[in-house]
C-alpha cells in the first residue's frame, strides 16, 4: 500500500534539514518538494535520508516553534530577492506578527566586541528607528545586537531577531532571557535551522545574509573588517539593494570596515538618529 502524501511543509522541512536552497533551486522549479525529497531519498547511497522521517520530524520540531513556507501568508515576500538562496522555509516564534513586522524592518547590527561610543551611539539610533515606528532588527549577539533589541524594547516597541541556530535555545546561550522576551511582547524571532541545531561559521554567514534580505535597511553602527558577521550582513544588503547606513567611522580599529564602506561611497553617513530617519 502506497505512504500517505508528504505535506509540502513536511517536504520542505525534511530538504532544509539537509541541503542549502541553492542545491534545489532548479529542481524545485520543475517539481514539488515532495518530489524533490523523493528524488534525492533514491539517489542518497549512504541510506541516511531514508532513515530520516519528515512528518516525525516536523511535529516534533513544531512543538518549539512553527516551521512557515513561501506559499503561508505571513511568509516574507522580501526574501524573493534572494534568488536561488530564498529559504525553503523559516522556523519561527512569533509568526502571526511577521508582516507588520518586516514591512517596516530597519537592522542595526556591528560589532560584538564594541566600543562604549558604538553601544551608546545603538541605544540612540535604536530607541529613534522604535519611536518612529521602524522594526529594529537584529541578532542576540554580545554588543551592538542585543543593545538594539533592548534600546527598542525599553521605547516600547516590539522588535525582529535573526538566530543562527535552532530557536530551542539562544545564542548566545545567556541571552536565553532576551530570547524568550521577543516573543513574549509582540515582536518575533526566525531562523534557518531547526531545532536543535547549533551554530557554526556556516550558520552565522548565512543568517546574516537572512538579516539583509528580511530588513528595507541596514544601520551599520560599528564594524571590524573581514571578521564579524555584520560586515557579511552589510554586503549582502548592498547586493540586495538595500540601503546602507552608517554613523561616522571612529579611529578605533574595529571601526576599519564601517570606515571602508563610507570611504567607498558604499555606506552613506549618518550623523545622527534623525538624519536615518530623513532618508528612511
Known amino acids: 500500500m502506497p505512504s500517505a502524501a508528504l505535506s509540502e511543509r513536511a517536504a520542505r522541512a525534511a530538504l532544509a ?66 534568488g536561488p538562496d530564498c529559504p525553503l522555509g523559516l522556523w519561527v516564534r512569533g509568526d502571526d506578527q511577521l508582516p507588520q513586522l518586516t514591512a517596516s524592518a530597519v537592522a542595526v547590527t556591528g560589532n560584538r566586541n564594541a566600543t562604549e561610543q558604538a553601544l551608546t551611539r545603538t541605544q540612540a539610533f535604536a530607541a529613534a528607528l522604535a519611536e518612529a515606528g521602524h522594526t529594529v532588527t537584529a541578532t542576540l549577539a554580545y554588543g551592538v545586537d542585543s543593545t538594539a533589541h533592548r534600546a527598542a524594547a525599553q521605547a516600547g516597541r516590539a522588535t525582529l531577531a535573526v538566530l543562527p541556530r535552532g530557536l530551542d535555545r539562544a545564542h548566545p546561550h545567556d541571552h536565553a532571557r532576551l530570547l524568550s522576551s521577543i516573543p513574549a511582547t509582540g515582536g518575533s524571532v526566525v531562523s534557518l535551522y531547526r531545532p536543535g541545531t547549533a551554530a557554526s561559521g556556516a550558520t552565522l554567514r548565512a543568517s546574516a545574509t537572512l538579516l539583509a534580505a528580511l530588513v528595507r535597511a541596514v544601520i551599520l553602527i560599528e564594524a571590524l573588517d573581514h571578521a564579524e558577521a555584520a560586515m557579511h550582513t552589510a554586503e549582502v544588503a548592498t547586493g540586495l539593494h538595500r540601503r546602507l547606513l552608517a554613523p561616522p567611522a571612529t579611529d578605533d580599529v574595529r571601526a576599519d570596515g564601517s570606515a571602508r564602506l563610507l570611504a567607498e561611497q558604499r555606506a552613506v553617513l549618518v550623523p545622527d538618529p534623525a538624519r536615518a530617519l530623513a532618508l528612511l
Open 17 to 82: 534539514a539537509h541541503f542549502t536552497p541553492d542545491q534545489l533551486a532548479a529542481d524545485l522549479a520543475q517539481l514539488s518538494a515532495e518530489e524533490v525529497w523523493q528524488q534525492r531519498v533514491r539517489h542518497d547511497g549512504s541510506g541516511r535520508l531514508a532513515q530520516y522521517k519528515p512528518r516525525d520530524e516536523l511535529a516534533n520540531a513544531e512543538l518549539t516553534c512553527q516551521f512557515i513556507i513561501p506559499s503561508d501568508q505571513v511568509w516574507p515576500a522580501a526574501l524573493a530577492d534572494l
